[in-house]
Every structure is written in structure tokens, then in C-alpha cells.
């Protein structure tokens, strides 16, 4: 199928924020941007980035973002 305006339902562009800027919650699981330039899922504990499996990132974390709600699912 091609993705038209018409068949999909959120065309915004998704909105990284900078951890200059703000930080998530402590134990919010997020989206995470790393100076390597990979993306991970992972939250922050007490100010030590981690991984979800509880590891510590030790790559800089340069962005994060919330995981976009889902989809509403028609009966």
C-alpha cells in the first residue's frame, strides 16, 4: 500500500528534545539519540542514562523523546 495523506492518520514529524534543554523523568522509559548517532530505548536513573536491560549507556545521550501513543484500533 502507499502512504497517502488520506491513509495515514499522524503525518506530524516527530520531535526530538535536547538533553540541554529538558530531561524525562526518572524512570520514563524514552526514545534516546546518542552521540554515536544510534537510538535506544532507555530511561534515566537518578542522572545515569540506562538501557532498559538496567545496563548504564555510556555513550553520550544527546536527545531523547516520549514513545508516540498508538494507534486507535477500530472494532
Known sequence: MKLTTENTENTEKPRWISTDL????DDATVLIHMADGEVWTG????????????DSIEAEVLHWRPFPEPPEVSK
Open 43 to 54: 530511561f534515566l536513573d537518578a542522572g545515569t542514562w540506562r538501557y532498559v536491560s538496567g
Open 22 to 25: 529538558a530531561l524525562p523523568d
